[in-house]
């Protein structure tokens, strides 16, 4: 079962949301805070102790408030704060008019208990770039109903970021 976006919003499980139409009738549009760009390689392994994350930089809004992006791979991170209930996950999906541009919205999956301001990539394919604005919503965060609340809930390195 997934959770209308009327129920997310009664239920605060998300904060910090910037337009009045970001609840669909399946979940909640996720909006642009910021956009970093990979300046070196990252190293994964099977039990996270070689596990490297890359260095990033963070991109500057023009006087618009937007930003030009060439083709590429970026780190972004959303405006949304999200608590995953002990009964549910979450994944993200592009939003429509993102990948019509040639564009799309990389993510894991949110497991029951994260709580967070998200990361992902941003992975633009068309070859003439991307103009974005601050606060663009970029992807949609779908909650889907666990058949029981989970025994384990999420207890990883990335709990609690960027809040």
Not at 112 to 138: C, F, H, W
């Amino acid at each position: 079962m997934i959770l209308e976006g009327k129920d997310l919003q009664n239920k605060n499980i998300i904060k910090n949301t910037k337009w009045q139409n970001q609840f669909q009738p399946a979940g909640v549009d996720l909006s642009l805070e910021s956009i970093h760009e990979f300046l070196s390689a990252g190293v994964i392994d099977g039990d996270n102790s070689k596990r490297k994350l890359p260095e990033y930089k963070q991109l500057n809004w023009n006087e618009q408030d937007s930003i030009h992006l060439p083709q590429g791979a970026y780190k972004i991170i959303f405006n949304e704060t999200v608590e995953i209930p002990k009964d549910h996950a979450a994944i993200a999906r592009s939003r429509s008019s993102l990948l019509r541009c040639g564009a799309s919205v990389q993510t894991a999956v949110w497991d029951p208990g994260y709580k967070g301001r998200s990361e992902a990539m941003l992975q633009i394919s068309n070859k003439a770039g991307l103009t974005l604005y601050k606060d663009a919503k970029v992807a949609q965060l779908i909650f889907i109903k666990l058949q029981k609340e989970a025994t384990n809930t999420y207890s990883g390195k990335y709990q609690g970021e960027n809040i």
